[in-house]
């Protein structure tokens, strides 16, 4: 091999760098007090509803007869469905937020504290990296959402009888299938928040001020909360990120109902494709001083 030939080896990235690359962003992204604070939040959630339906339903009321997240009234029977009620009522802000914050800050965070030049200076590229970021959101969405699951199944749990349940459809299924159920209720949520992610993470792109992109982030993901609420802007809503959220609800169904599911799904991956490389664009174009 002649001399040029091995300081181009050597200046390849090499495919573990990648791999090494999304371990250290792993591992700096779960290390910061802000994502532990996001998630202990979030864990939180089911605690305070399990409580609240506990204590509402300790005189033996049924509870749940108001208004409330779905599956609401079926706690007191089956602690399962905790899960699924601790799901819903994190969906529309506390999931999102927490995702919105973690994807603003992901690359103007880098900008904002001076060590985004460093990291492109590795021969990883800005490509790379960017995936790399990308991904990161991507695991801290399904890690969000399983912490939700999981403390709202152990709350579940302890406070209310866990066993056999009945489906939206009236059937009958089995503990096991409805935690199997649970889990890809719980996988459908996060694959949900992709398209916020992808959002996020152009928004980073923008700016070098991590507080700014988070706001902006948030603040879009308000925006098109009220705007889904809106009835004089029906036909805008079946394209806006946040209207086939609730969809989950679906799956426990029987037979499953498919076609909100897959159009929440598709409409995330439409949101991902778009705002993915419109972050791309901007990010392999920019001038990094920071």
Not at 82 to 105: E, K, Q, R
Not at 180 to 198: D, P
Not at 234 to 250: K, N, R
Request: aromatic residues 8%; positive net charge; proline residues 4%.
């Amino acid at each position: 091999m002649s001399r040029a030939e091995t300081v181009s080896a050597a200046v390849r990235p090499r495919p573990l760098w990648t791999l090494g690359l999304f371990r250290d962003e792993l591992r700096t992204t779960f290390r910061r007090w802000r994502t532990l604070a996001l998630l202990g939040v979030l864990a939180a959630v089911p605690v305070l509803v399990g409580i609240a339906v506990r204590i509402e339903t300790g005189d033996g009321s049924s509870g749940g007869g108001g208004g409330g997240p779905a599956f609401v009234s079926q706690i007191t029977n089956n602690g399962l469905f905790l899960v699924f009620t601790a799901l819903a009522a994190t969906l529309p802000f506390f999931l999102p937020m927490a995702v919105g914050v973690i994807a603003g800050d992901a690359v103007a965070g880098e900008a904002g504290a001076g060590t985004l030049r460093y990291l492109l200076v590795a021969p990883s590229g800005r490509t790379r990296l960017l995936l790399t970021k990308y991904a990161t959101v991507m695991v801290f969405c399904l890690a969000a959402t399983l912490t939700v699951a999981v403390s709202a199944l152990a709350v579940g749990a302890l406070l209310f009888p866990l066993g056999d349940l009945t489906t939206i459809s009236g059937t009958r299924i089995t503990f096991g299938e409805g935690l199997v159920r649970a889990l890809l209720i719980a996988l459908v949520v996060a694959a949900s928040l992709l398209g916020l992610a992808a959002l996020g993470l152009f928004v980073s792109t923008l700016t070098n001020s991590g507080v700014a992109a988070m706001a902006t982030t948030v603040g879009l993901l308000i925006t098109v909360q009220i705007l889904d609420q809106i009835p004089q802007l029906h036909a805008l809503h079946p394209y806006l990120f946040s209207h086939y959220w609730l969809s989950f609800a679906d799956l426990m169904r029987e037979p499953v109902h498919w076609d909100d599911l897959t159009r929440n799904l598709g409409l995330q991956a439409l949101y991902a494709t778009v705002f993915g490389s419109a972050a791309w664009a901007r990010f392999t174009t920019k001038d990094v001083t920071a």
